[in-house]
């Protein structure tokens, strides 16, 4: 086990292969890319869209399940790519390729740290799922922007288990991975969107999701969903406890949420967020 100083320069390691390239930041596929820019711009539409995913067998699969899932299954089933975006909308079309790609992105690369992706995977879809929930009582903000915002949260684990993945592998110390993890992926994770170019709204997630005094002023985040959401699915984990301080968090009031209320324990909200979650699992 490395002491606290160990732990300290292994993280300032870090931080100097990905300053100097020697951790490759991962990369969204072209098709998330360009799927990603058109929606963004004003005069874009369906079929245009879907001429991009039509290029992808996977993509295009994925996206007519989605459109005929229940969460948006409509009275006649369709077939169509262009139906399928018309059907879920651009918004939510961007936010499904990215979280495919990113499906994709969240995988080991050796069977050593298998669990560990895994794990932060579920809890990025979770937070996904709850971030959407939340949303919805949110005029200002997108559900789709909020859903997507949950999933690229903790993005910056990433480069930080595929560093201890080459150093240590089967003999990886759980509790190392953790401490590097919680003190460098929001840093890392704000890397990455900015590489990828995303939205600074979107951009500032990893970092300010895990500030809870984050308040940038009286209108509702992506940020303050998020954080709400990553919270929420603390609590259902891991029981009343892991509520403390919650009504002392700015976030709760500006999105509207009950300090003292845990939403998937819910009967309502709790069947809606199952139904986004085994929409993106697929």
């Known amino acids: 086990m490395l002491n606290t100083a160990q732990r300290a320069d292994l993280a300032d390691e870090i931080r100097a292969d990905i300053e100097s390239n020697r951790i490759q930041l991962p990369t969204l596929p072209e098709v998330a890319l360009k799927v990603r820019d058109e929606v963004e711009r004003e005069n874009t539409d ?18 007519l399940q989605v459109a005929n899932s229940p969460l948006y299954r409509g009275r006649v089933e369709i077939d169509s790519i262009q139906q399928a975006v018309t059907r879920l909308g651009l918004k939510m079309v961007r936010s499904l390729v990215v979280s495919l790609a990113m ?51 903790n993005i910056g684990a990433l480069p930080i288990l595929t560093k201890i993945d080459e150093r240590w592998g089967y003999d990886a110390d759980p509790n190392l991975i953790s401490a590097l993890i919680a003190e460098l992926a929001p840093e890392i994770g704000g890397r990455i969107l900015k590489h990828w170019n995303f939205a600074e709204s979107l951009a500032n997630i990893p970092t300010a999701c ?29 029981g009343a406890e892991a509520q403390a301080g919650w009504a002392d968090i700015p976030a709760f009031g ?9 939403i998937i324990n819910m ?3 709790a069947e809606e967020i199952a139904e986004v979650r085994s929409m993106l699992e697929g």
């Open 46 to 63: 369906a079929l245009t869209i879907a001429k991009m995913v039509g290029n992808d067998a996977a993509l295009s699969a994925r996206l």
């Open 103 to 153: 499906k994709q992105i969240f995988q080991a690369t050796s069977d050593a740290l298998d669990t560990q992706f895994r794990q932060i995977w579920d809890d990025s879809l979770q937070v996904a799922a709850i971030s959407r929930v939340l949303a919805g009582g949110v005029a200002e903000l997108e559900n789709e922007q909020a859903m997507l915002g949950g999933l690229i949260h």
């Open 267 to 269: 009967e309502g909200p």
């Open 254 to 262: 500006k999105i509207g949420v009950e300090s003292e209320v845990v």
């Open 210 to 238: 895990y500030d809870l005094d984050y308040d940038p002023g009286p209108f509702p985040t992506y940020a303050d969903i998020v954080l709400v959401a990553r919270l929420q699915n603390l609590a259902a984990k891991g």
